[in-house]
């Protein structure tokens, strides 16, 4: 897959509905863990940030894929990075990913 394939432009009211202003920073974060996997103790490979209620959640390559999971209960729908030089969005309802 091409990067430009992968960075496609979709229009996604969710992406869009985030600004500068309204999106929790990884900055925000004093410490960088997966709020599930602490309590069960559990590990993950990337952290995601919900967009919504600001939890800190494991990527789908982890062995939980607790953000995946935190969309499917709450609906939240998008998820920012949390890993350290990324600086993109996802949005699970429409599969579309943004850079911001
Ligand atoms: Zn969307
Ligand atoms: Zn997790
Ligand atoms: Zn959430």
């Known amino acids: 897959m091409r990067l430009n394939e992968f960075w ?3 229009s ?3 992406l869009d509905s985030i ?3 309204t ?3 990884k900055a925000n974060y004093p410490v960088f863990r997966c709020e599930e996997c602490i309590k069960i103790g ?6 995601r940030i919900c967009q919504s209620c600001g939890k ?3 990527c789908n390559s982890s062995k939980h894929q607790h953000a995946q999971h935190h969309y499917q209960e ?3 729908p998008v ?3 949390a890993e350290l030089g990324e600086q993109w969005l996802w949005c699970y309802v429409d599969q579309a990913s943004k850079t911001y």
Not at 42 to 47: D, E, I, K, N
């Open 8 to 10: 496609v432009c979709m």
């Open 12 to 14: 996604c009211q969710h």
């Open 23 to 25: 999106l929790i920073s």
């Open 42 to 47: 559990g590990t993950w490979v990337h952290l």
């Open 79 to 81: 998820m920012s990075s």
């Open 56 to 58: 800190m959640l494991c």
């Open 74 to 76: 709450t609906g939240h």
């Open 19 to 21: 600004t500068s202003e």
